[in-house]
């Protein structure tokens, strides 16, 4: 049954009208995922419209973890300089900061991964699944599961919103965009970590910031 409750949860998701929601849920017997892919792919998505649009105003932002020994910057851009001040997208850009300094991702995109590192990855991947004993005919398709595991690990987008683990970042931005009315892009970050590159005991930093967080 496609409630009041998972449409309106929808239309917060991706802007789109009641009625699109409703036939979007339906056409996907209420897989929230599925309507979300189908509202873009048809267009409806109001944030899929604004995300092809320029966004060139925005903010640069940094985020010190507790006790100064991880440090962001992070460049997350806005249509106007108007929402670059609206304090919703500035939470929104703090909370960016701080799932790099947790999370530790490469890119922003997986789009960005260089090709010669796919292949390397690929590589490893086919081999690990061959060492395992699996069969070549389904080794492929074992690669590409792994491959989104990967992915969902180096790229920003891609992984687990450290405060609010229902939902990746992309989901994050999506509902942001479809809120605030504009395109906003997260351009750039860099991330220091102090020792970096040095042998050092491990420490799990994902949960040290999600403390931080109050989450």
Do not use: W
């Amino acid at each position: 049954m496609i409630t009041a409750k998972l449409v309106k949860e929808l239309r917060e998701k991706t802007g789109a009208g009641m009625m699109d929601c409703k036939k979007a849920l339906t056409k996907t017997e209420g897989d929230m995922d599925k309507a979300v892919d189908y509202l873009r792919e048809k267009g409806l998505s109001a944030a899929a419209k604004k995300s092809g649009r320029v966004a060139a105003e925005g903010v640069v932002e940094s985020y010190i973890h507790g006790d100064g020994r991880i440090g962001v910057l992070v460049e997350v851009n806005a249509e106007t300089d108007f929402v670059a001040k609206n304090e919703e997208f500035k939470q929104f850009v703090s909370d960016i900061a701080m799932q790099i300094a947790a999370a530790n991702p490469t890119y922003v995109t997986r789009e960005e991964v260089p090709q010669e590192e796919l292949e390397r990855e690929k590589e490893v991947l086919k081999n690990q699944a061959l060492n395992e004993g699996k069969p070549e005919h389904i080794v492929e398709k074992m690669v590409e599961g792994r491959m989104d595991k990967y992915f969902s690990e180096v790229c920003l987008l891609e992984q687990e919103f450290v405060k609010d683990g229902d939902k990746t970042v992309q989901e994050l931005l999506t509902e942001k965009i479809a809120k605030i009315g504009e395109n906003i892009s997260i351009r750039r970050f860099v991330r220091y970590e102090v020792g970096e590159g040095l042998e050092k005991k491990d420490e799990d930093f994902v949960e040290e910031v999600k403390k931080a967080a109050q989450v």
